[in-house]
């Protein structure tokens, strides 16, 4: 790039440099604006006769056009891209979703370029119209080896960024309690509605047991049968392991235990299991309380059908603690 001040009559096509304004403080063009035949126009109306600009030289890529294209290539999903000032382009969720994030991928690029991307939190819930990233450029201009470099290194490992729709989830919740199912239900079912209305979601089948492995499992098979998007198991114990009732409930139909213990508080007695693709989500506790948990941190990508490990739920650690 080359800064140079030049006669108004002659800054077609060049970058603006500095912000300009009116005598009267009002800004007429941001900063990185290219000027038009138009905008001379207007601005030798505003009786300015130079103006501070810069021009790409060969082998470098405009700001608006480096971060447009490292924006469309690092996301997918339900995601649209809109220019913004100042070199940067903002992801908007385009219906409700949840934001998986490549934290690695994302590190690496922020580190070696000179284009930053901000992003949500993995697993973070969208609603339609929010922002869920931002690509922001060094002022002007990016070399074009960088860029390429970026683009190559998205298309090869990438997406840093998928906006996965959550589209009519089915929700299971099965209360459960030694003496009655219906007491766990009076005691939870108020705070369950408000966790799930946060993410537009509802509890579809519900059915309340005595907490016994055979009552437990046969209530769990039959929830199963209709293949919710999740189904959440809400007892007013607290199992030390997969080898109490509920863990016992789970392994009699089936299901894989993916993990036991969450590194989240609240929330770290989570057991998670999947009956083929449908997680079965133990919380223990997280249902007493609509503050935020282990729960409201899975429950976006489980209503976008999205399978979580064992290694992404060990992930939670940084930033796990939630209160």
């Known amino acids: 790039m080359r800064p140079q001040t030049v006669d108004i009559r002659e800054s077609a096509g060049r970058v603006l440099c500095c912000t300009v304004f009116r005598p009267g403080g009002k800004k007429l063009f941001s900063k990185g604006h290219v000027i038009s035949e138009e905008d001379i126009k207007l601005l030798e109306m505003e009786g300015m006769e130079q103006v501070w600009v810069t021009?790409?030289?060969?082998?470098?890529?405009?700001?608006?056009?480096?971060?447009?294209?490292?924006?469309?290539?690092?996301?997918?999903?339900?995601?649209?891209?809109?220019?913004?000032?100042?070199?940067?382009?903002?992801?908007?969720?385009?219906?409700?979703?949840?934001?998986?994030?490549?934290?690695?991928?994302?590190?690496?690029?922020?580190?070696?370029?000179?284009?930053?991307?901000?992003?949500?939190?993995?697993?973070?819930?969208?609603?339609?119209?929010?922002?869920?990233?931002?690509?922001?450029?060094?002022?002007?201009?990016?070399?074009?080896?960088?860029?390429?470099?970026?683009?190559?290194?998205?298309?090869?490992?990438?997406?840093?960024?998928?906006?996965?729709?959550?589209?009519?989830?089915?929700?299971?919740?099965?209360?459960?309690?030694?003496?009655?199912?219906?007491?766990?239900?009076?005691?939870?079912?108020?705070?369950m509605t408000q966790r799930l209305e946060r993410l537009g979601a509802r509890a579809n089948f519900v059915l309340a047991v005595t907490e016994e492995e055979g009552a437990v499992s046969r209530a769990l098979e039959h929830l199963l049968r209709v293949r919710p998007s999740v189904v959440l198991m809400a007892s007013t114990t607290a199992p030390a392991g997969p080898e109490d009732v509920i863990g016992r409930a789970m392994l009699r139909v089936g299901c894989h235990i993916e993990k036991f213990l969450a590194p989240v508080e609240p929330g770290n007695l989570l057991l998670l299991g999947y009956r083929d693709d449908i997680p079965v989500v133990s919380a223990p506790g997280c249902f007493r309380s609509a503050k935020p948990n282990v729960v409201d941190l899975l429950l976006p990508p489980m209503l976008a059908r999205y399978r979580v490990s064992g290694w992404e739920l060990a992930c939670l650690g940084h930033g796990g603690l939630l209160a």
């Open 55 to 191: 021009e790409l030289e060969e082998g470098e890529v405009g700001e608006d056009e480096a971060v447009l294209t490292v924006g469309s290539e690092m996301s997918c999903g339900a995601l649209e891209i809109r220019l913004a000032a100042g070199g940067r382009a903002n992801l908007i969720a385009t219906e409700n979703a949840c934001a998986l994030i490549d934290d690695e991928l994302l590190r690496l690029i922020n580190y070696t370029a000179s284009i930053v991307i901000a992003t949500v939190p993995n697993f973070r819930y969208a609603r339609a119209g929010q922002r869920v990233a931002t690509v922001k450029s060094a002022p002007f201009a990016v070399a074009r080896t960088q860029l390429d470099a970026v683009i190559s290194i998205l298309r090869d490992r990438g997406p840093i960024l998928q906006a996965r729709p959550i589209r009519n989830p089915v929700v299971a919740v099965l209360y459960s309690d030694p003496m009655s199912g219906e007491r766990a239900r009076q005691l939870f079912e108020n705070i």
